[in-house]
T-cell receptor, first 115, second 110 residues
Framework: EAGVAQSPRYKIIEKRQSVAFWCNPI?????LYWYQQILGQGPKLLIQ????????DSQLPKDRFSAERLKGVDSTLKIQPAKLEDSAVYLC?????????????FGSGTQLSVL | KNQVEQSPQSLIILEGKNCTLQ??????????LRWYKQDTGRGPVSLTI?????NTKSNGRYTATLDADTKQSSLHITASQLSDSASYIC?????????FGAGTTVTVRA
């Protein structure tokens, strides 16, 4: 079965520029997550979708970050404008319905460097 | 304060040796605990899951334990291989949320 696809793999931008990341989850997975992983730390949840509805975006910096999951399938995460502290790996993950003993399947991530 | 604390932060072991990683949590109510392995430049991959009633579970050379009373879990790696070099992340679920530890970075040297 195909895994979670993310692009681009790497992105280098200057502060105050905008950037967008794309994620295509495993087919049939209703739940999609975006995580931010700063070097040396565990992933931090930015937003969780159930189909195309938002379940949790309490830690999303809404003044600069936005995300959408149109048609309940693939998703985009945008940062505008970027700050130096946004340098991190952005991981997308999916699961069947986000409940119980389900495991998350992660993509390889997008490594963002803000200069 | 993070609800999932892992130790040590990093460790270096020689190929063929064993090691044990610790995960202490305060998440409540507890639903389950997963250990993930994250290779450099890759996303985490699930190694094993522990539910409330399970004490020990093995997956090849990886053995996880859970003490739900003391809220502690461990991951033991037996006869380490170079491919075990990775970050190991403990993730605890309550009824509605996942809490991630910061991970333990394991370096296996020949």
């Amino acid at each position: 079965e195909a895994g979670v696809a993310q692009s681009p793999r790497y992105k280098i931008i200057e502060k105050r520029q905008s950037v967008a990341f794309w994620c295509n989850p495993i087919s049939g997975h209703a739940t999609l997550y975006w995580y931010q992983q700063i070097l040396g730390q565990g992933p931090k949840l930015l937003i969780q979708f159930q189909n195309n509805g938002v379940v949790d975006d309490s830690q999303l910096p809404k003044d600069r970050f936005s995300a959408e999951r149109l048609k309940g399938v693939d998703s985009t995460l945008k940062i505008q404008p970027a700050k130096l502290e946004d340098s991190a790996v952005y991981l997308c993950a999916s699961s069947l319905d986000g409940q119980g003993v389900e495991k998350l399947f992660f993509g390889s991530g997008t490594q963002l460097s803000v200069l | 304060k993070n609800q999932v604390e892992q130790s040590p932060q990093s460790l270096i072991i020689l190929e063929g040796k064993n090691c044990t990683l610790q995960c202490n949590y305060t998440v409540s109510p507890f639903s389950n605990l997963r250990w993930y392995k994250q290779d450099t430049g890759r996303g985490p991959v699930s190694l094993t899951i522990m539910t409330f009633s399970e004490n020990t579970k093995s997956n090849g050379r990886y053995t996880a334990t859970l003490d739900a009373d003391t809220k502690q879990s461990s991951l033991h790696i037996t006869a380490s291989q170079l491919s075990d070099s990775a970050s190991y992340i403990c993730v605890v679920r309550n009824d509605y949320k996942l809490s991630f530890g910061a991970g333990t970075t394991v370096t296996v040297r020949a």
